[in-house]
């Protein structure tokens, strides 16, 4: 069993930055296949980025791509999602989550442990 544990989120204004921060249980963190999402009201939860355990290898959705970075601690068992140029369409609950072995990084269906969320939101 993982337990993720988001935080950093809060209310900022247009342009502002944010870090987020999943502190993740596990002794084989190291491994996991972490991404973060996010969901809006009224609309379904959305892939935000994501790293590979190993290499690091990162993916982002084209909406974030050169403004948000995702990067991990392993030592710390974190994972983190730093966010610039924020924009009002950012808002959102976002979640960290562990993906299965087998499956996308882009789809939220393989993800098998997620945390509580942790709430967004940038006024313009």
């Known amino acids: 069993q993982v337990q993720l544990v988001e935080s950093g989120g809060g209310l900022v204004q247009a342009g502002d930055s944010l870090r987020l921060s999943c502190a993740a249980s596990?002794?084989?963190?190291?491994?996991?296949?972490m991404g973060w999402f996010r969901q809006a009201p009224g609309k379904e939860r959305e892939f935000v980025a994501a790293i590979s355990g190993g290499t690091g290898t990162t993916y982002y959705a084209d909406s974030v791509k050169g403004r948000f970075t995702i990067s991990r601690d392993n030592a710390e068992n974190t994972v983190y999602l730093e966010m610039n140029s924020l924009k009002p369409e950012d808002t959102a609950v976002y979640y960290c989550?562990?993906?299965?072995?087998?499956?996308?990084?882009?789809?939220?269906?393989?993800?098998?442990?997620w945390g509580q969320g942790t709430q967004v939101t940038v006024s313009s």
């Open positions: 596990g002794r084989t963190f190291s491994t996991f296949r």
């Open positions: 989550a562990v993906r299965d072995p087998r499956g996308s990084y882009y789809n939220a269906n393989d993800y098998n442990y």
